[in-house]
């Protein structure tokens, strides 16, 4: 062929020798980062107590929060500054769909207990997760958070898991939405072990290889920094062998190791932002989701206590929200109204300005923002996400965009397949 680019250079021969010299690169980034995971993430993760938990859990959930609400309507509707379309929103929410992501725990907020006890917790729990996986009233993603792979708890952690798992699946397939959350990770090697047993668990039992997904919990100093100065999160990813679907910050016992008084500790610290800003970093493009801690500030008490709890929840929520962290952990159902509230006003809050930016660059419309592709598909996420919580309706955001939900994940480089 002849030269081109009029320097007397061969283009074509340079292309296929940088093609060549760069295959393996090319191979490592497709497979190491795919994208964004398909389906929808939950704005949210409620943790029980395993011994608390029922069948009707998600039920009792909804029942507590839409009286609270109710008890405390006022109080509300003034965090929520008189917006009453807001409030009915959080009220059909609560009737409809309470609990989107539901981890039965087995770990902190269970506690040490003989063997015998625990082994009947977990039996009780698993029957009861597939009663209400049965009925149709399980949420949409669901799991158990067992004891961590730390020396001292790491024979009962590996015997609920797999005892759960048993119990579960009583000779079937994991059911849909299933994931495990693997806490206090300290190495990389804790990760390649629940690799490791996860495939013995899949062929004792006969599942399909690569069923079982797990959460790292980022609740340590040594799983954001490794002794020779590495993000070791990043690393913990690509260990999982693809089933990593998430991490998840732990806010108390990540805060207690960095030597953070008590009173202090909080999403919003210092060492907080740190630890979080490294897993987003570690998380980009991994197709694993991110989610932020708990506050311990419950709403519940006297109306001064329940507005300080609501309050300060729906501050944090947004908080998160606004710096990426699109989910987080609730610990009580009265937790649960200004979740919904500080989510759906987040997305409505902000779906005008990304509907008219979002049709201006499709139509090629001038206007006084140049957005750019990477932009675009941030703005055709953040409808996706409103859409799916139910802050946003279909009809109209469409009017709105000119997009439906199909062009959105197009745009947003996803797909609006449904998934835990």
Same mark, same amino acid.
């Given at each position: ?30 497979? !190491? ?34 009286? %609270? ?98 119990? *579960? ?11 495990? %959350? ?13 690799? !490791? ?9 006969? *599942? ?8 790292? !919990? ?48 909080? *999403? ?33 008490? =006297? ?16 908080? =998160? ?11 009580? /159902?009265? !937790? ?58 279909? /009809? ?18 996803? %797909? %609006?397949?449904?998934?835990?």
């Amino acid at each position: 062929m002849e030269p081109q680019g009029g320097l007397g250079l061969d283009l074509v021969r340079i292309a296929e020798e940088l093609d060549g010299r760069l295959e393996a690169a090319d191979a490592a980034l497709a497979r !190491q980062y795919p994208g964004v995971r398909p389906g929808r993430q939950p704005v949210h993760t409620v943790y029980v107590p395993a011994d608390l938990f029922h069948a009707d859990i998600v039920a009792s959930y909804a029942e507590e929060a839409l009286s %609270t609400v109710k008890e405390h309507e006022s109080l509300l509707l003034e965090l929520l500054d008189g917006d009453e379309a807001l409030l009915e929103l959080v009220r059909e929410k609560l009737g409809r769909e309470p609990i989107e992501d539901l981890r039965i725990d087995f770990e902190d907020g269970y506690g040490p207990r003989p063997d015998e006890e625990e082994d009947r917790h977990v039996q009780s729990a698993a029957q009861g997760l597939r009663t209400a996986i049965a009925d149709g009233t399980a949420p949409p993603g669901h799991g158990i958070r067992f004891k961590s792979f730390e020396a001292p708890t790491r024979r009962r952690g590996l015997r609920t898991l797999a005892l759960f798992v048993e119990a *579960l699946t009583d000779g079937g397939p994991l059911p849909d939405g299933f994931v495990v %959350t693997l806490p206090k990770v300290t190495s990389v090697d804790q990760v390649e072990a629940l690799v !490791q047993t996860a495939l013995r668990v899949e062929s004792a039992l006969g *599942l399909t290889e690569g069923a079982l997904r797990f959460e790292i !919990q980022i609740e340590t100093p040594q799983s954001i920094l490794g002794p020779d100065g590495t993000a070791l999160v990043a690393r913990m990813i690509h260990a999982s062998g693809g089933r990593c679907t998430g991490l998840h910050y732990g806010t108390y016992d990540y805060s207690a190791f960095c030597g953070i008084a008590a009173a202090h500790q909080s *999403l919003e610290h210092p060492v907080a932002d740190h630890a979080k800003a490294v897993m987003q970093a570690a998380a980009a493009g991994t197709g694993v989701r991110l989610s932020d801690g708990s506050t311990n500030l419950l709403p519940v008490g =006297s109306p001064e206590q329940v507005r300080e709890g609501w309050s300060n929840h729906l501050r944090l929520v947004r908080r =998160s929200l606004e710096r990426g962290y699109y989910q987080g952990w609730d610990l009580h /159902p009265a !937790q649960l109204p200004t979740r919904f509230a500080a989510t759906f006003a987040f997305y409505r809050g902000g779906s005008g300005a990304a509907t008219a930016r979002l049709r201006n660059y499709v139509e090629r419309q001038a206007s006084g923002v140049l957005d750019e592709p990477a932009t675009a598909r941030a703005l055709a996420d953040f409808l996706l996400r409103g859409l799916d919580c139910g802050a946003l309706a279909a /009809p109209e955001v469409e009017e709105a965009a000119g997009l439906d939900a199909a062009a959105l994940a197009s745009l947003a480089h996803r %797909t %609006t397949t449904k998934e835990g």
